[in-house]
């Protein structure tokens, strides 16, 4: 039996996750919890053979969920399901250390597709994510984006989302002077001189979606 565990923000999502997985002969739902830090503290306590988290959450997202559980255990098996589903977030997800990516997009048979070859130690990815062009400007950008830590990632999403650096704090569970310090490296790596710079470099590249601010 291969028990999994489900970590997305939405009832409806994890609701309908639940009732695929199900109806797979040989996979069970363990948990399905709503956030990052419920998501960490499930996989701890219930010790999943599958983890599937999305990356946009409120709080610390995906990327640090995945983060704290690979430091826990090397050997964890994570699958990333996320709408946002860019080039470099998928590369992104993988160097931080999923196992593999299904975009919200694909036919639903992916993800159970995807939940048996990871469980056997394999790579998947959507089919068609690991191609798209970039333009000269768009690929240095994404190396730029690609080159911050995964807690600058965080607080990069949620301050183009709108989130104050209060609130950065509270829900990364970090003192404001770090988000602050935080603040100044990311608009330094991403060259962008202002908060309405940030953002929209951030929905050029699927970090957030062009509706969130």
Do not use: W
Request: hydrophobic letters at 45%; a negative charge; one cysteine or more.
């Amino acid at each position: 039996m291969i028990r999994v565990l489900l970590v997305d923000d939405h009832p409806v999502v994890r609701s309908g996750y639940k009732r695929l997985l199900l109806q797979e002969l040989g996979l069970d739902v363990v948990a399905e919890v709503g956030n990052a830090d419920e998501g960490y503290q499930a996989f701890v306590a219930l010790q999943p053979d599958i983890t599937i988290t999305d990356v946009s959450m409120p709080g610390a997202g995906g990327l640090t969920l995945l983060q704290k559980i690979v430091q826990r255990d090397a050997s964890a098996r994570v699958l990333v399901c996320s709408m946002y589903d860019s080039p470099l977030l998928v590369q992104r997800a993988l160097q931080t250390g999923a196992k593999g990516f299904v975009s919200k997009n694909a036919e639903p048979d992916e993800l159970v597709s995807a939940v048996h070859a990871v469980h056997r130690g394999e790579t998947y990815l959507s089919e068609g994510l690991q191609t798209q062009a970039l333009t000269a400007e768009q690929a240095l950008e994404a190396q730029h984006i690609a080159e911050l830590s995964v807690r600058e990632y965080e607080i990069f999403r949620l301050l183009a989302m709108g989130r104050s650096v209060a609130e950065c704090a509270e829900l990364l569970h970090v003192s404001q002077k770090t988000v602050s310090n935080n603040q100044t490296q990311i608009k330094e790596k991403l060259q962008v001189a202002t908060m309405t710079a940030l953002v929209h470099l951030a929905q050029r590249h699927q970090v957030i979606d062009v509706g969130s601010c």
